[in-house]
């Protein structure tokens, strides 16, 4: 386990303990009577500037956590909103935007969409990839060849990373029905077959060449390959309510 990644997990311990509220200086009085919103000014050296950026931080987590459009599992829950950007900004997406390409699993963070793929191209070490449809004839779907309304017989997915070869990733749409719980999520298939067909071998590929990016940071559409249908649980603990002004 390489040391970026030792942090990265430690992290993720603390944040999930909630200790993370008085370790960024607001006191129990605050924390009852309610903490405010009022941005701080940045000052003092840099490990207090630090603390400035993350009682900030979560400052806005409050207040986003308010929004209509925030996913449902961070409603109402600043700590969980605070837990998911930390995370975020691990893997370099610490941008609110990214919020709603994640959801929480099992109570881990899970990514997914284009969001991956972001990650990894803003990590700099992929060089190539190409994606793409195929026909029964193993032949690409496009304009080209005039076939856009073949049949699909599967996803394709070529990745390389720098200073290393390109490697294939397919995945076939008979593939996705045998999933538990593609009846469920069959209203999504039918609506965008494509695009939902594409993510499969992308993720697939970007965890098995870019784990240093990724950090092990669950992608819906590859754990999702890997182990069925993860249920996300509705009744996980919320943590103890911290009050604002």
Same mark, same amino acid.
């Given at each position: 386990?390489?040391?970026h ?8 311990r603390?944040? !999930?303990?909630? $200790?993370?509220i008085?370790? =960024?200086?607001?006191?129990k009085?605050?924390?009852k009577?309610g903490? %405010?919103?009022?941005?701080? &000014?940045? %000052?003092g050296?840099?490990?207090?500037? @630090?603390?400035?950026?993350?009682r900030?931080l /979560? ?5 986003f !956590? @308010?929004?209509? #459009?925030?996913? +449902?599992c961070y409603?109402?829950?600043a ?12 893997l370099?997406a610490?941008?609110? $935007?990214?919020?709603?390409?994640t959801?929480?699993i ?7 969409g &284009?969001?991956?793929?972001a990650?990894?191209r803003?990590?700099?070490k992929l ?8 026909d029964?004839?193993y ?11 073949a049949?699909?017989?599967a996803?394709?997915?070529? =990745?390389?990373?720098k ?7 397919t /995945?076939l749409l %008979? &593939?996705?029905?045998?999933i538990?719980?593609?009846?469920k !999520?069959?209203? /999504?298939w039918?609506?965008?077959e @494509?695009i ?6 992308? %993720? #697939?590929?970007l965890?098995?060449?870019?784990p +240093? &990016?990724l950090?092990? #940071? ?7 390959h ?11 603990k919320k ?5 604002y002004v």
């Amino acid at each position: 386990m390489n040391e970026h990644r030792k942090k990265f997990m430690k992290m993720k311990r603390w944040l !999930s303990s909630n $200790s993370f509220i008085k370790h =960024l200086g607001f006191t129990k009085k605050e924390q009852k009577s309610g903490i %405010s919103l009022e941005l701080e &000014d940045f %000052s003092g050296d840099i490990e207090n500037k @630090k603390l400035q950026k993350d009682r900030n931080l /979560y400052r806005q987590c409050i207040l986003f !956590s @308010k929004t209509k #459009v925030i996913q +449902d599992c961070y409603k109402n829950n600043a700590n969980l909103t605070y837990y998911a950007m930390k995370m975020l900004t691990s893997l370099g997406a610490g941008h609110l $935007s990214c919020l709603n390409k994640t959801s929480i699993i099992n109570g881990t963070l899970a990514i997914w969409g &284009d969001l991956p793929l972001a990650i990894v191209r803003a990590g700099g070490k992929l060089e190539f990839i190409e994606e793409y449809l195929i026909d029964k004839d193993y032949n690409k779907i496009r304009i080209e060849n005039k076939n856009l309304k073949a049949e699909i017989l599967a996803a394709v997915c070529v =990745l390389q990373r720098k200073g290393e070869v390109k490697k294939t990733f397919t /995945y076939l749409l %008979s &593939d996705a029905e045998k999933i538990k719980g593609y009846k469920k !999520s069959k209203m /999504y298939w039918d609506t965008y077959e @494509k695009i939902m067909l594409k993510y499969k071998p992308r %993720s #697939v590929g970007l965890k098995d060449i870019f784990p +240093d &990016d990724l950090l092990g #940071v669950i992608i819906t559409e590859y754990d999702q390959h890997s182990t069925g249908d993860m249920q996300i649980k509705k009744e996980v603990k919320k943590p103890k309510e911290i009050k604002y002004v």
